[in-house]
C-alpha cells in the first residue's frame, strides 16, 4: 500500500513547479501509479527509445519483439535489408501476431486467422472476405525506427522528436569505428530491478556508489564526473592514475584519429545524451580483474586493445560501453512504478569463436556481478522513497549527471504537458 | 501497465456512440479495469447467467457454490426438491457460509458463530441473543434462479429480464429429449483463460479460426454460419460432406419428431439465444477422431447415437452441446479485466458406468484440447489489443455469429445505462 | 474484483453518517483500496501503535524496523540508553537505511552512499559534499515513542494524541508487576491473515465464537463480555467456575496488592483502552491444555503462578495477556484492505532457560493454534463481506467489545476528518 501523507492527492503540475534543483525528485515520482502511466505516455511514447542491435537481425526477415508498456513492436530486417519497426497487433481483431522474442520469417502470419503480411507490413492475405474487401489499408501499423551505427531506437509517436539526426551526426563519429554491423550477441540478460526506472538511470548516472561494485572498479576509474575539489583524499592516487592513464589514451586516440573529447548535451534537447572515450585502470583493455582484452578478436578494424571505454548515455533509457574488444549495450523498460527490465547486450566481432576468441562467462562477469549490485541498490531506494516521510535530498557535486538526468525529466514533462 | 496513448479518459458513452459495426470493439472494451466493473455490475449482475446443471445437485441438501465476481451464490436442492439460490453471506456479520465448490447439508451453518438456516434459506437458530431478536427477517438472501431442461441460471438483480420464460418454451423442445435430469457430471474442468471474457465468446462465436482446432474438426464441420459464398476453394468439399450428412440428419429427425431448425434471436432481446441442431462429420455420433459415440449408454431414451449435435448459446456467458451420448456444457466467468475463468462439464446417462460405458480420458479429450487452443489464442488477442495501436478491424461475413454477440452486449450496455 | 453493485461511488461520509448502531460495518469499510488508504492514514499514521516491546532492544545499539503500510521505522536503543524510533529513510536520496528486521549498530549507515548517522538520527558524515553543506537539518527524521512499562508506541503524526500518558499512568500499575523490563523473547511468529485489519481486530473483542478455539478454551473461560442472562444453558456450568476461581483470585490479588479490576475507556478517548485482571479455569496459572505453568522461572518478582490472565487491549492495534509465568503481546497492522499482519511475541523472564525453565513449542502452541483458527474465520468473513448481498447483521449482546472497537473507529474517522 502505498499512501501519502500529507497529500493524497497531489498534482504533477505542483509537483513539477515546486521541484527544487540540485535535490532528489519527491517519493510520488516514484512510487505513483498514475505518474508512471504519464512516464510510459509522455517519455516512452514520444522520446527515442534504444530496444536492441542490428546484430539480432542480421538476415532479411530476422525480427525480435520488444514490449514498452502496453505496446509491443517487431524489428525487423525486411526483403530489402532494411531495419524495420512494425505493431504487433493483428489488423483483423487485434490478436498479437508474433509471440516468440525473436525469431526469423518469410511472412508474417498471425496465428489466429492466418492473416498474412509481408515484412514490410503489407497485408498480403486474409481469407473468406467479401468482393469489396480492401486489404490496403490494412497493413500492419509502421513504427518510427532508426539504426544508428548499429543501435536500434525506436519512436512510438506518431512525430518523433526532429532531432535524433543531429545526435546522430554528433555520436556516429565516435561509434563507427566499433562497427557494430559486424558484431554478433555473445549473451543477452535481462533482469527485473525491483525499483522505478528513474531510479534505475539515476543510480547509473553516478560513480558516488561505486565502492559496492568491487568488480567493476578493478578496472573503471570511479572519479566519473568528480571534479578535483570533491574528492576525497581516499581518491586521490586514483585520480593521479586516470590523468595519466589519460595522457596516454589521447595520444592513442590521436594517432588513430578516434575523437574521445566529451560531448554533452543531456537537459539541452528531446533526444539528450552524453559520449566521452575514457581511460580505464590497470592494463587499460577491458573490463575485468587486470582489465585485459575479454575477447581476442578486436571489434572494426583495431589493432589494439587499449583504447579504453566509449562511454555513450542517451536519454531515456539507455547507456553503452565500447571498448576495443567488445561492446556492452543496457536498455531500460518500466514495467510498473515499482518494477524495472533492464536488458543487457554484450557484442563481439562477428567472426569471434566463442571458446576460442572468448569465454561467455569471463566476458559478462563484471556487469552481471554490477547489475545485481544496481538492484539491490535500486531496490533500497524505492523502499525508502515509497515512505510518507521522505523528502527529496540533496546531491553531492559528484552527482551532476543525475541532476542533468532528472532535468531532462522534468522539462520534458513540462514541454509535452505544455 | 496498460494505457491508452491518446485517450487517457474516453467515457463508457463516447465509446458506445463511437462504435463502427461489423468491427472489432476498441481496446479499453477488453482491458479497462473501469469497464470490466461495469460488465460485472451490468451484464453479469442483471441477466441469466448460466452457472451450473441439476445434474450437479441430485439430492435434497446438495449444493455447489459459485462465485460470479464479488458474489458468492449457494445452489442447492433444497428439502422440497427444488433448486434454489442463496447468497453465501451470513446475514450476522457477513461470513461466508459454505466454503467448500460443493457438498451436502441437512442445515446450512455459519462456522464462525453457528447460527443455522434451512435449506430454504430460514434462520432456524442463533445463539445468545436478546429477547426481541426476530430472526424472520435474517434468513439467506434469496437469488432468483431457473432450472431450464436440467440447465441452471440464475440472476443476481433484483428483477431479472421478464424474457427468460419465452426463450425458455422456444429451448426446452430441443433439449427435453436429451433428459438431463437423469444425467451425471462424468467430468468437470475449470481453467482460467488469460483474456477478457468478451474474448473468450467472441473466440466461441466463430469457426474461421477452426483450422486451429484439428481434434475438433474430425467430426465438427467448421463450416458454421458460413454462407456458400464465403466458403474458400479448400471447404468445398467440406461443405458438400455437411449437406449430406444434414439430408440424413433431418430425415433422422423427422422420423423422431425433433426440432432441428436454426432459431436465432441473439440481439432482439436480453436473454438473447440461438439453437440449432447440426450434423458431425465422419460418423457423425459424437465428438473424437471418428466421430463414434463416446459412451454406450445414451442419454434419455435414444435409440440411435446418430442425432448431430444440438448446439446452444445463450447471451451472456454460455454455450453447449448435446449429443445422442453426452452433453458438455460451457459457462465462462469474468475474474478481472483480464482473466476468465471457463467451466466445462461433461454429462452422461446416470446410469452409465465409468470403464464400461464411457472413459472419461477418451469422453473429454476434443474438449480439454479445444479449451486449451482457444486459451492460447484468447491471450493472443488479449496481449495485442492492449497495445495503444490496436483499432477495431472488420470481421469477415463469416464471423456474423461474433458480431451479433457483440452487438447485443452494446445494447444491453445502453439500455441499462439509459 | 469487488464491486458495490448498486452503490459504486459511495463516499465515505455517507457511510459514516448512515451507520446503523450495533451492527457490523458495511462491506465497503473491510474491501475498498480507498478505505484502507484512509485507515492507514487517519487511523494507523495518528494514533499511537504498537509496534513491539523493550525486550527487543535491551543493548544501546539494539535495533528493529517495523513496516507501517508505507511507513518503515527504526525501534532502537540509542547510546543515551533511551528508547528511540527513526524514519528508516536516508537524507540524501532516500534509500532505506537499515534493510534487516533487527540487529545492532554502532553508527547507522545507509548501504548506497555511505551516508553516516550516530543512534540518535544525527548526521555525523557524508562523502564529497561542498563547503557550504549542513549536516545539521540532515538528521533521520525522528518518530514519537513511548515505553509503557516495556511496551513500545510509535506515532507516525506531527502531534500525536496527547492522552497516551493518561493512560499509561491507569495501566502502568497493573503491568508493572509483571516487569516487562526484565524479559526475553522467547518466540516470535507473523502471520499473514487474508482479511481487513478491521476484521482481525473484531474477531479478538468477543468469545461468541469460541467453540472454534478447544486449545484456547481449556483454560481461558470463554464467558468474556457475556452477560448472565446471555449465557446459553450450556455455558452455565462454565460460569459457576468462573465465578468460584474469580473469588479467589480476588483474595490473591488483595494480599499482593494487585490491581484487577475492570477500567475501560475504548470508545471515550483516543487512545482507547481496556485492562482487567481474569482468573483462568483448571489449574488457572497459565494456557494450555491443563492450565499450569508453561514456564518455571515466573516474571518480576512473582512467588505464584496462579494470578490469572491480566488482560489489556489498546486502540487501534493491538491486546496483549499477561500471566505469571510469560507474557503474550500481538500487534496488528494492515497490509492491504484484505491482508493483514499479525505478530505475536512470547516474552519470558530474562533469566528463564529454554529446555529447562520452559520449551518453546509447549509455550506457543495454543495462540498458535488459536491465531490460525482465527485467521480461518477472518478470512472467511472477508470473502462475505465482499459480496454486495452483504449487509450488516445485528451484533449478539456478547459481541459488545466488537461495537465498542467499531464505534471508536467511526468516532476517530469522525474526528480526524473533521
Known amino acids: 500500500m502505498t499512501i501519502n501523507q500529507t497529500e493524497p492527492h497531489v498534482s504533477l503540475d505542483e509537483l513539477l513547479s515546486r521541484r527544487k534543483p540540485g535535490h532528489s525528485l519527491e517519493g510520488p515520482f516514484y512510487t505513483s501509479d498514475q505518474l508512471a502511466e504519464t512516464d510510459l505516455r509522455e517519455i516512452f511514447g514520444r522520446h527515442w527509445i534504444f530496444v536492441g542491435t542490428t546484430a539480432e537481425i542480421r538476415e532479411p526477415g530476422d525480427y525480435f519483439t520488444v514490449t514498452v508498456g502496453p505496446w509491443s513492436v517487431i524489428v525487423l530486417r525486411d526483403d530489402e535489408?532494411?531495419?524495420?519497426?512494425?505493431?504487433?497487433?493483428c489488423r483483423h481483431r487485434g490478436a498479437r501476431v508474433l509471440t516468440e522474442p525473436r525469431g526469423s520469417v518469410g511472412n508474417?502470419?498471425?496465428?489466429?486467422?492466418?492473416?498474412?503480411?509481408?515484412?514490410?507490413?503489407?497485408?498480403?492475405?486474409?481469407?473468406?472476405?467479401?468482393?469489396?474487401?480492401?486489404?490496403?489499408?490494412?497493413?500492419?501499423?509502421?513504427?518510427?525506427?532508426?539504426?544508428?551505427?548499429?543501435?536500434?531506437?525506436?519512436?512510438?509517436?506518431?512525430?518523433?522528436?526532429?532531432?535524433?539526426?543531429?545526435?546522430?551526426q554528433v555520436v556516429t563519429p565516435y561509434l563507427e569505428p566499433h562497427q557494430l554491423h559486424r558484431t554478433k550477441v555473445a549473451a543477452q540478460l535481462d533482469i527485473i530491478e525491483q525499483g522505478n526506472w528513474k531510479l534505475v538511470m539515476e543510480n547509473n548516472r553516478e560513480c558516488y556508489h561505486c565502492d559496492e561494485h568491487?568488480?567493476?572498479?578493478?578496472?573503471?576509474?570511479?572519479?566519473?564526473?568528480?571534479?578535483?575539489?570533491?574528492?576525497?583524499p581516499r581518491l586521490r592516487p586514483?585520480?593521479?592514475?586516470?590523468?595519466?592513464?589519460?595522457?596516454?589514451?589521447?595520444?592513442?586516440?590521436?594517432?588513430?584519429?578516434l575523437p574521445m573529447e566529451v560531448r554533452e548535451e543531456v537537459d539541452t534537447r528531446p533526444t539528450g545524451f552524453r559520449v566521452e572515450r575514457m581511460p580505464l585502470d590497470r592494463s587499460g583493455e577491458s573490463f575485468g580483474e587486470d582489465a585485459r582484452a575479454l575477447c581476442r578478436k578486436l571489434l572494426g578494424d583495431f589493432t589494439t586493445p587499449r583504447l579504453g571505454d566509449l562511454s555513450l548515455h542517451l536519454q531515456p533509457n539507455s547507456w553503452f560501453h565500447f571498448l576495443a574488444d567488445h561492446a556492452v549495450t543496457f536498455s531500460v523498460i518500466p514495467?510498473?512504478?515499482?518494477?524495472?527490465?533492464?536488458?543487457?547486450?554484450?557484442?563481439?566481432?562477428?567472426?569471434?569463436?566463442?571458446?576460442?576468441?572468448?569465454?561467455?562467462?569471463?566476458?559478462?562477469?563484471?556487469?552481471?556481478?554490477?547489475?545485481?549490485?544496481?538492484g539491490a541498490l535500486v531496490a533500497r531506494t524505492q523502499a525508502g522513497v515509497s515512505s510518507p516521510a521522505y523528502e527529496g535530498g540533496p546531491y553531492s557535486p559528484t552527482e551532476n549527471?543525475?541532476?542533468?538526468?532528472?532535468?531532462?525529466?522534468?522539462?520534458?514533462?513540462?514541454?509535452?504537458?505544455?
Not at 124 to 145: I, K, M, N, T
Request: aromatic share 10%; glycine share 4%; proline share 4%.
Open 108 to 168: 508474417i502470419v498471425c496465428g489466429y486467422h492466418k492473416w498474412t503480411y509481408g515484412t514490410d507490413g503489407a497485408l498480403l492475405h486474409a481469407e473468406s472476405q467479401p468482393a469489396d474487401f480492401d486489404p490496403s489499408c490494412l497493413g500492419l501499423r509502421q513504427v518510427h525506427v532508426r539504426d544508428l551505427a548499429g543501435l536500434v531506437f525506436v519512436c512510438l509517436a506518431d512525430e518523433p522528436p526532429a532531432d535524433f539526426d543531429e545526435v546522430a
Open 214 to 232: 568491487p568488480e567493476l572498479i578493478a578496472s573503471f576509474f570511479p572519479i566519473f564526473a568528480y571534479s578535483e575539489e570533491d574528492l576525497t
Open 335 to 374: 514495467l510498473s512504478a515499482g518494477q524495472t527490465r533492464l536488458r543487457t547486450t554484450w557484442l563481439v566481432h562477428e567472426d569471434a569463436v566463442e571458446g576460442i576468441d572468448y569465454e561467455v562467462d569471463a566476458l559478462t562477469a563484471v556487469w552481471r556481478a554490477t547489475n545485481e549490485q544496481d
Open 238 to 257: 586514483v585520480l593521479e592514475r586516470y590523468q595519466k592513464a589519460n595522457v596516454a589514451l589521447q595520444e592513442e586516440c590521436r594517432l588513430r584519429r
Open 81 to 89: 535489408d532494411e531495419v524495420r519497426a512494425l505493431h504487433n497487433v
Open 401 to 418: 549527471q543525475v541532476e542533468a538526468f532528472v532535468s531532462w525529466y522534468l522539462q520534458r514533462l513540462r514541454a509535452t504537458m505544455a
